[in-house]
């Protein structure tokens, strides 16, 4: 069932679409600037329509997305998905910074053994 809302709070709206977990994370994502809406920041009360651009910093990831929907009710994944379309540019973006991430050195495998906590000693002291 789809509500037919002229605005809705960008928190609300932000939760609905499972940007963020809770509307809590989205308000402090809001206020530490991670939301920005028509090119300008945002804040958690401003109220958001069909068509606006919003660009949204989710951890490494960034999204750049069109509101086609309102809705102040969190649903399924699906549902979700269906309020908003993501760029093109952005999609690209995203799957090239999970790329390059994923590229770094991997990680050590086991624990450290003597010498190598000795080295890790050394560099923390600063010797």
Not at 19 to 31: D, E, M, N, P, Y
Not at 64 to 78: C, D
Not at 81 to 100: F, G, N, P, W
Request: charged share 30%.
């Amino acid at each position: 069932m789809t509500e037919t809302l002229a605005v809705v709070r960008l928190d609300k709206w932000l939760w609905a679409a499972r940007f963020f977990r809770t509307r809590a994370l989205a308000g402090t994502a809001i206020k530490g600037g991670k939301v920005h809406i028509n090119g300008a920041r945002a804040k958690a009360s401003r109220h958001i329509r069909v068509g606006d651009t919003l660009r949204i910093h989710c951890g490494e990831a960034e999204y750049i997305i069109t509101v086609l929907n309102l809705s102040q009710r969190r649903g399924p994944a699906r549902e979700a998905r269906q309020r908003y379309e993501e760029t093109a540019d952005s999609i690209v973006q995203r799957l090239a910074a999970r790329q390059e991430h994923s590229r770094q050195a991997p990680h050590p495998v086991g624990r450290p053994d003597k010498r190598d906590r000795r080295r890790i000693v050394a560099f923390t002291r600063g010797e």
